[in-house]
């Protein structure tokens, strides 16, 4: 016989255990988040913030693994940057992978968490999930948001303890998910920022010492004038004026290539297309450079066809297929590609520089060559890096080849060159074919 209210003083205790679990639960939540926030407002740098935070979770979630994971959604590929093993942080550099069929894969791809209380693999292959990595009782994993774009994920899990997990989990771990996906826009920002401005001291020194060296030659050409006397400045009157003619060529071209890429770093450039031939186009880039070749007597072939530097039509009687290099572009940009290309050809060069048109898939490639000493494959892919010279891999302005790659992109075309030590060096743009 049950004495009256027994049944209910019993429900009422369980209920009052009840509440108190999940009274601690959520007590035990607040603490873990109030802790990662303190953690993100305390470093700056994503590495550090990184560890910190896994570390962190390894220790209040009962997890053999914590992965944090960010998702480059232009590359489609997911970097594992911080890791916690059983109390100790191994992960040292990204490791990087593909989006695929993968756990974390079906995270970013569904953009709802993934909760597996038994058996990672089992659960994995129900679901149609590829499994990777060591199997595990419990896993738990959860998108970062950010502006409603997914950042990353955020894993724990456990190898040998099943129901480790469950909806209290998910919900703690999206809440420092959502905190770590903040902290991480706030420290790329940071670092973005502190490399710029490492970058801005780089070419504050580097404009000092480039323009230096451009001066420095033009007042030893003055002091040249102030002692010579009459009868030798008679002599040397056309050599000397012909040096500062061509030391004032250099240090014009070094200040427009720094204005011109100030404009099209902010925005500010726009292109004028049309139809236009690209022959036309090369022969009025290589006429700014008669005086070089003809200096340095190098050879000059279009498509295979010397042409002569001493004539004012560069192309006259070369056969070329004109019809067949009809290009949509902004001619005076266009112009400035191939100045900068046939620039570097005839500083590099040792006898030829050959320029070659081609067509393929709807679009126009035009090739600048030349036979010098070229450069290391592995140094190749920097030439388009800002203030990075291809000689010797010193830093310098070297913005040249940087407007280089942005006018073709902009143009909707792509750039590459083609060098080997001892093998010259060759530049290939295409162009969408009018």
């Not at 070094?254 to 890429?261: G, K, M, N, P």
């Not at 139809?275 to 003809?294: D, Q, W």
């Not at 010098?372 to 310098?396: C, H, I, R, S, T």
Request: glycine share 8%; proline share 3%.
């Amino acid at each position: 016989m049950v004495k009256p209210g027994g049944m209910a003083a019993k429900r009422g205790s369980d209920g009052r255990e009840e509440y108190a679990v999940s009274l601690e639960r959520r007590l035990k939540t607040l603490e873990t988040v109030a802790r990662i926030g303190a953690i993100i407002t305390s470093r700056l740098t994503l590495k550090e913030l990184t560890q910190a935070v896994v570390e962190h979770l390894g220790q209040v979630l009962r997890s053999d693994r914590v992965n944090l994971v960010l998702y480059d959604k232009k590359e489609r590929t997911l970097a594992f940057i911080a890791s916690f093993f059983s109390g100790e942080n191994k992960r040292d550099g990204a490791e990087v992978y593909p989006l695929s069929d993968g756990m974390n894969s079906w995270i970013v791809k569904n953009q709802k968490p993934l909760l597996i209380t038994r058996d990672s693999i089992e659960e994995c292959e129900r679901m149609g999930i590829r499994h990777g990595g060591k199997p595990a009782k419990s896993w738990l994993g959860v998108p970062m948001f950010h502006k409603e774009e997914v950042l990353g994920v955020l894993s724990v899990q456990a190898y040998d303890e099943p129901g480790v997990y469950d909806d209290s989990s998910v919900e703690l771990l999206s809440l420092v998910a959502t905190q770590v996906a903040v902290a991480v826009v706030n420290a790329e920002l940071y670092e973005t920022m502190e490399k710029r401005e490492k970058e801005k001291q780089r070419l504050y020194y580097s404009l000092t010492h480039d323009l230096l060296s451009f001066v420095s030659p033009m007042d030893g050409y003055a002091e040249m004038l102030r002692r010579a006397k009459a009868e030798e400045l008679a002599e040397r009157k056309d050599d000397i004026a012909k040096s500062i003619k061509n030391g004032v060529k250099k240090i014009s071209r070094f200040v427009e290539d720094i204005l011109f890429y100030s404009k099209l770093e902010s925005g500010k450039m726009d292109l004028h297309a049309s139809p236009a031939n690209i022959y036309p186009i090369i022969t009025l880039s290589a006429s700014n450079f008669f005086s070089e070749l003809a200096l340095r007597k190098l050879a000059l072939y279009v498509d295979g066809k010397k042409c002569d530097v001493a004539e004012v039509d560069l192309l006259g009687g070369v056969p070329l297929d004109v019809a067949a290099a009809n290009v949509l572009c902004d001619q005076i940009q266009i112009e400035r590609v191939l100045n900068n290309c046939i620039h570097n050809a005839v500083k590099h060069a040792r006898s030829r520089i050959d320029v070659r048109v081609g067509r393929r898939d709807g679009e126009i490639l035009c090739t600048v060559s030349d036979d010098g000493d070229g450069m290391p494959e592995e140094l190749a892919p920097k030439v388009f890096d800002e203030y990075f010279q291809a000689q010797n891999g010193k830093k310098g302005v070297g913005l040249g080849l940087p407007s280089v790659k942005r006018i073709v992109e902009q143009h909707g075309g792509k750039v590459w060159v083609e060098t080997a030590k001892g093998r010259g060096f060759s530049f290939t743009f295409t162009l969408p074919a009018a």
